[in-house]
């Protein structure tokens, strides 16, 4: 893929979660991996202007506390580099994940294709008190095995393999919250059972995502 | 209706079902019947954006046999099920949609409806007793939880709605999904006292109640 077709591919990704309401535009942060390389929006292309691109590579991230890419796109680096998996990293404020970021906790299983396609739970990290090393440690940490994160008071981090399946992926988190939120009002929610929900996430991962 | 007009519906149909938001990507299933003994599924696995007609499948009602090297969607054993018990129906859908997935997902095992969409979809709406996705467990679970309704929750899983047309099946979907939304927020209200809820301060009881958790 050459720059402006990857320029076109961030642009119309971005696009469509904006459109979706996945997220709002003024807290877009979109990156793609593309070969060893990380794209990413630097800022809204509306303020940009230019839509312009900015690269970081992975294989050469190390976080010294004074790079200027700043610390959202440091960790979707590391998260690239730990996680070949995923290929596209969006951050999502839809409203029931933002009740679960000021809530804290983990999300449970409530809902079985979110034990598929996210994990069989979802953590929500306290990591603003804590350097960045530390921080992004921590986020790591808790997204193994799963394709989402929420950080505390602020978004969730939703990953996937093309910007379909990242969408997705937050489209499901959102239900997901929203099921754990208003369960409470139901008497409580009923849980998929543990081995059932590891047996849903690993068939998903090794049958669907693999069809178109 | 002949075999292609059916494909032409489903497929167009999933399309709708997408742009509705009542599923994600592959989630979710649709069909109708094409005669006494077959019915056009949605294949399994395929996301609704990139089928044409040629992907739909022509499943038999009574054995599920079908031709081809693509799967028809893992629930086909739930539509089939439909089509035998109830003759009147033509079109089967099954969402993953917000609202009655939250409630699929609660204790409460019965969502009694009033007025309007009692009218349309039933009295009482049950849920189904959660199974593994494509079960046998599921067919006997759901069925039984249908009933005489035009839906049924599936516990952890979403809905099954259903009509004499897919007009009528995707107007059963977008009732129940609003009937879903009301249920809550008239639970809500019980339990916090609030006489005028709504999804802000139901958030905001969370909050108060369970941060920190």
């Keep these: 893929m050459d720059q402006s ?22 807290s877009l942060s979109v990156s793609f991996r593309h070969k060893d390389k990380m794209f990413f929006v630097p800022v809204t292309p509306e303020q940009d202007g230019s839509g312009a691109i900015g690269v970081m590579d992975i294989a050469r991230f190390s976080y010294d506390g004074n790079d200027p890419a700043g610390f959202e796109n440091q ?19 839809q409203v029931n994940i933002l009740t679960s970021c000021r809530a804290g906790g983990t999300i449970p299983p409530l809902l079985d294709d979110f ?39 602020r978004f969730a981090i939703c990953g996937g393999k093309d910007f379909d399946d990242a969408l997705a992926t937050a489209q499901v988190l959102e239900k997901g919250c929203k099921a ?11 849980r998929i059972n543990k081995i059932e929900a590891y047996l849903m996430r690993w068939v998903y991962l090794f049958k669907y995502s693999k069809l178109k | ?42 294949p399994s696995g395929i996301t609704y954006s990139r089928l044409t007609p040629d992907d ?35 079109a089967v859908i099954h969402t993953h949609q917000a609202a009655a997935s939250s409630v699929s997902a609660g204790r409460e095992r019965v969502v009694p409806l009033k007025g309007e969409a009692a009218a349309i979809i039933g009295h009482n709406i049950n849920i189904a007793g959660y199974a593994l996705p494509g079960t046998r467990k599921l067919i006997r679970s759901a069925l039984n939880a249908l009933g005489n309704n035009y839906a049924v929750l599936l516990g952890n899983h ?28 008239e639970r809500f209200s019980r339990i916090s006292g609030i006489r005028h809820p709504d999804l802000t301060s139901l958030h905001e009881w969370y909050l108060n109640t369970y941060s920190g958790r």
């Design chain 1, 5 to 26: 077709t990857i320029r076109e591919h961030l642009l119309t990704g971005s696009k469509k979660l904006t459109d979706t309401g996945i997220v709002s535009a003024r």
């Design chain 2, 56 to 90: 739909m499948m022509v499943v038999n009602i009574h054995d599920l046999a079908f031709a081809g090297n693509t799967k028809p969607s893992s629930e086909s054993g739930v539509h089939a099920g439909i089509y035998q018990s109830r003759p009147e129906i033509t």
């Design chain 2, 1 to 42: 209706m002949d075999i292609p007009g059916a494909k032409e519906l489903v497929c167009r149909s999933g399309l709708r079902l997408q742009e509705q938001g009542l599923v994600a990507r592959t989630w979710g299933n649709i069909s109708c019947r094409a005669d006494e003994n077959r019915f056009v599924i949605t």
């Design chain 1, 115 to 153: 034990a598929q396609l996210v994990g069989v739970s979802v953590n929500v990290v306290d990591d603003q008190s804590l350097p960045g090393d530390k921080a992004i440690s921590k986020i790591l940490h808790a997204l193994k095995r799963r394709n989402a994160v929420l950080l505390s008071n």
């Design chain 2, 158 to 185: 979403g809905a099954i709605c259903i009509g004499t047309d897919m007009d009528h099946a995707f107007k059963v979907a977008m009732t129940l999904e609003t009937a879903c939304q009301e249920f809550v927020l």
């Design chain 1, 180 to 190: 754990d939120i208003e369960t409470k009002c139901l008497g409580g929610a009923v």
């Design chain 1, 75 to 93: 960790l979707h680096c590391a998260i690239f580099k730990h996680r070949r998996d995923l290929n596209v990293l969006i951050h999502s404020d």
